[in-house]
């Protein structure tokens, strides 16, 4: 295997190109990104746990097994990994539903969700258990940290304001940044409650610190991860989508079945993980995303849940924070059915 060591975005990517048939590469988006079967795949940040799909994909021989020479690289951004694919120089991409949505609202080129990896949002809403907040209306009047303005834990918080009926003004929100060392702003009392995403909370559990968490999907359902290409890709290479999306299938069952520990030893062996080093806390990450797999049931691995959309769509036309045309336009399940026989 040849190692690089360049980095591509603020969230570095890391290492290598593996061996049989699927690579990862930091650098340049190679020119065979819309070839049917070499396919460049966008992450659109560095390696955390949550994309542990697509790289088991590609140590457990999924990709290869399949035909498929499959690149990985990574972005700076969702919007970039997202422009990317439309642009031509990156076959497919994974974000979050919400992301699929708000681009899908404001560009021309059709963009389609062939699979959803997570049925479920990263973040959960953290507050101390001696205040905790358990419902949108305990939100009224009080200060919510997110990571950015106008990012995906603001929009999340406006999901579950508009699901409790609660208007967006009566929550102030402040610009925290995304780190599991915002319990001391908590603490502080600057905020009432913070997003967090699924390793940053594990982290402050294990640590044990006094707090109350719950994830956003319980008022507002969300894909928490989706696989998308341009409608274009998709219609004209209808095996390849098959071939990819029944990869990722048997990856995430794999995932679900097998030692974890020896499913995250092989990982490691070829990714650099962005995720806490500490070998227990990284099993324990990783289980927690196959709850998020399998959390609409174990025979919706990688499906486009049409109530769960149908919610979300709902959600987000009602907090105003995207205009959604017609949901069932942006997911099909074509390919995974198919990739499930």
């Not at 953290?126 to 990571?147: C, H, L, N, R």
């Not at 640590?207 to 409608?231: K, L």
């Not at 806490?276 to 486009?304: C, H, P, Q, S």
């Amino acid at each position: 295997m040849k190692t690089f060591n360049q980095s591509l975005s603020r969230r570095s990517l890391l290492t290598g190109l593996t061996t049989g048939g699927a690579a990862l590469l930091c650098g340049g988006i190679p020119v065979m990104a819309q070839s049917p079967t070499k396919l460049v795949f966008m992450e659109p940040f560095d390696l955390g746990l949550e994309y542990m799909h697509e790289m088991n994909a590609v140590v457990g021989g999924h990709f290869e097994k399949q035909g498929l020479d499959v690149t990985v690289t990574n972005a700076r951004g969702t919007a970039v990994a997202i422009q990317q694919v439309v642009a031509g120089q990156a076959s497919l991409t994974r974000v979050g539903a919400l992301d699929l949505i708000k681009a899908a609202a404001a560009q021309d080129t059709p963009l389609i969700s062939i699979a959803t990896s997570l049925q479920e949002a990263i973040f959960s809403l953290i507050s101390m258990k001696a205040a905790p907040i358990k419902t949108a209306a305990d939100m009224k009047g009080k200060t919510i940290g997110v990571a950015s303005m106008g990012g995906g834990q603001e929009n999340t918080l406006n999901l579950l304001l508009a699901s409790g009926g609660v208007p967006v003004s009566d929550v102030p929100r402040q610009a925290i940044g995304s780190s599991a060392g915002n319990i001391e702003i908590l603490k502080q009392g600057r905020v009432a409650g913070f997003f967090a995403t699924v390793e940053n909370t594990l982290l402050l559990q294990r640590a044990g610190e006094p707090i109350d968490t719950w994830s956003a999907s319980q008022a507002a359902p969300m894909p928490g991860g989706v696989i998308i290409a341009t409608r274009a890709f998709a219609e004209k290479n209808p095996e390849t989508m098959v071939k990819f999306v029944r990869a990722l299938r048997e990856s995430a069952l794999e995932i679900l079945s097998a030692d974890t520990g020896m499913i995250l030893d092989r990982m490691v062996k070829k990714f650099e993980i962005s995720a806490n080093a500490d070998r227990a806390f990284r099993i324990e990450a990783i289980k927690a995303y196959n709850g998020l797999t399998i959390a609409a049931g174990k025979e919706n691995v990688m499906r486009n849940v049409p109530a769960v959309w149908d919610k979300a769509a709902e959600l987000i036309t009602k907090a105003n924070v995207a205009k959604v045309a017609d949901i069932k336009a942006l997911y099909t399940n074509r390919f995974v059915d198919e990739a499930s026989k």
